[in-house]
């Protein structure tokens, strides 16, 4: 595998930008990536572009990154927009580095960009009833609910439209992992705690406001056991990446102390559920692959962004990410081991709970924070030493199954 | 550039096929692909998938290719659904080609599928409005349609909803070509009708149905100067290519006189338009690209499918690919030079006007028809001969500029 090298990251804020439209965003965040790696838009090879919800909120239902990017003077190059439900920004990331490690050039770009704020307000959830199988939501949401079957359900905990049934399907799962291994809605409280504490350190990020445990299980259930601070928002935002070879590097004499390597960049797809060997879930494997190709292990990350669409998902993110063993995911998000000051710091950015979550953006938001870590430029929400980072970026739902898995693997290059 | 064989194709019949679903179109022409191949489906180590439709038809905003391969078995592996217009299936060929050449595997799969006969009748048709900068359509529509100022148009022949603006657009660059050229209705109805009468020896187009010149002429009238068998038709249907390296071909043990070389695989998008040289459009762009890549010039293509979703686009493409002199490209079809018995033969399918326009399967049908020219399986449209073939696949609307253009090129391999 060629050496791919991350050397220019923008995002915006991700948040309420009604005001702004997808090209506005585009071009915040792409702008911001140029000028980081101090190069001009034409030095761009290629431009692959993420989003979910244009069509659907604006009508642009085909070319909508092409169209965002040619309004900045992109033009003549490779553009196309990739879509893979909460993964994919991570999706055209991926792509990208395949352009240049296929040797069609050496300098590429990613984008991911999202306006949820958009178009009638019932509409833009659809977009999330669009994330697993149409034909088969009512068969594979009883089956998935059917998960946590014999977990009694305190009162008055339902579900609370229009979160709708993803919240449900986390839910179920959470409630799954409480029956097995005696995670208590406490030890996921924390982890919410957590993230929303990290974000009051983010100027980029959605909610800046620090909650304590009881803060979060005091707050509006929206199903159970997740209340409101546990379940990422509605957001608007974009983030890109520029990336590059060796060679690439070298052509526009660029510092490779700024640089940030790609150890591994591994998609999958979920596989066929085996409750009785949960190594067999697509984040786990993915991350062991990713592992493998970076020849590192969990013991060498220094700081991690996982997909917290809700705060059980980063437990369940932890355990296949080998940060803890099985089943320990809440046990050890209570002691404090993935806060700021804890043994790995997990999603300092406030993650998808508190940084945001506009969906064809969030994985290049992640890969924003690990740069910007790596780089030792985080300012307060700095992880100390930082060399080694992992980002896990998780989407759409098939059968029982989380549907797509982003692992990618990063390190500082001195 | 590492080579890359196209080792099996599968295609559905393109056409109204309202009783099947998407995952019936895909599971067709993936079993095809497979059995053609020779080879099992758990050999397939990445599958990109092209779709436009399906949220807007059938509220599957996401996911809708993995969805739709999971049905069939397909997990664990990279997949994703990418979105080009009516380029949409050659961009995940493209991809997929560069998951080869960047050496994560040895065997790949791009598919498309579009189902457009789906969800409420006056629906569909925004698809083709969302293929353009949505909010600019009515100015640069006026900026395309001025392109053609002082032309008459006979009285009578203004658009015929719900064909839109697409038409429109095409129309205005049809009559810019005859201010230009002199090009003439007849010469675009000979285009019309060659393709047509193609499509009668093609048993899976929509209309297998030979119609003269005159019949052309004497048909609806859509916009001028183009009639409704110069049009493009709604269709359902999907299409699929799997592809290997050189040693996939070896572990697989297939025979490389039954694989088809690629030789190009550029994608390209639009660039601004410049009146004085017509040389600077995508398609000649990826066209230049594609020969140099190939180490092969027009003079050694034994046959073409383009992108005729107008009869008066493929008048533009035979120029832009460099199949006769500018200007030169009415009256060559007049002459039946693109005819199946002519000296290069093009759309020997029917092209999009005739064997059908299900978008997101476009392009991966016309490798359909060119891998199965190049193995001399075309039965009564066979192409004598054929040795190298070449694609134009070109998608969505910037500005006065075609959004993208893919243009591959490929060859026998003894």
């Not at 704020?117 to 659809?126: H, L, Q, S, T, V």
């Not at 404090?336 to 406030?350: E, H, Q």
Request: a negative charge.
């Amino acid at each position: 595998m060629e050496n791919i090298y991350i050397i220019g990251v923008g995002m915006t804020f991700f948040g309420r930008q009604k005001e702004k439209s997808i090209k506005d965003l585009t071009r915040e965040a792409v702008q911001e990536a140029l000028q980081d790696a101090g190069i001009e838009y034409k030095e761009i090879q290629c431009a692959y572009v993420g989003n979910t919800a244009q069509g659907l909120l604006e009508d642009q239902y085909c070319i909508s990154g092409p169209i965002a990017l040619r309004s900045m003077g992109f033009e003549g190059i490779p553009m196309l927009t990739v879509e893979n439900a909460c993964a994919t920004a991570s999706t055209a990331l991926y792509l990208a580095i395949h352009f240049l490690q296929s040797g069609q050039g050496d300098v590429a770009m990613a984008v991911g960009v999202e306006k949820l704020n958009a178009g009638p307000k019932d509409k833009r959830f659809a977009i999330f009833d669009g994330c697993w199988d149409v034909y088969l939501t009512e068969e594979s949401t009883k089956k998935l609910l059917s998960m946590a079957e014999g977990f009694e359900v305190p009162p008055g905990t339902q579900t609370t439209e229009p979160y709708s049934v993803f919240m449900d399907i986390y839910a179920a799962g959470a409630r799954w992992h409480m029956q097995k291994y005696g995670t208590t809605q406490r030890q996921i409280a924390a982890v919410a705690s957590s993230n929303h504490t990290n974000s009051k350190l983010n100027p980029r990020a959605q909610y800046q406001i620090p909650l304590t445990i009881e803060q979060v299980l005091a707050a509006p259930p929206i199903t159970y056991p997740l209340t409101m601070p546990m379940c990422s928002p509605i957001s608007d935002g974009a983030a890109a990446a520029i990336i590059c070879t060796e060679d690439g590097l070298k052509r526009l004499g660029l510092d490779k102390k700024r640089a940030i390597k790609v150890h591994a960049s591994v998609l999958g797809t979920g596989i066929t559920r085996d409750d009785n060997d949960e190594t067999k879930n697509i984040a786990s494997l993915a991350a062991a692959k990713a592992y493998e190709m970076a020849g590192l292990g969990p013991e060498d990350m220094s700081v991690a962004e996982v997909h917290d669409a809700t705060a059980c998902g980063q437990i369940f993110q932890v355990e296949n990410l080998g940060f803890c063993a099985r089943g320990m995911g809440g046990p050890c998000a209570e002691a404090g081991d993935f806060s700021l000051a804890g043994r790995l710091p997990v999603n300092p950015s406030g993650g998808l709970l508190s940084k945001g979550h506009p969906i064809g953006a969030t994985g290049l938001g992640q890969v924003w924070e690990l740069v910007t870590q790596l780089r030792g430029e985080a300012g307060a929400r700095q992880v100390e030493g930082a060399r080694f980072a992992i980002q896990e970026n998780g989407g759409g739902v098939i059968g029982l199954e989380e549907a797509v898995c982003y692992v990618g693997v990063y390190g500082k290059c001195d």
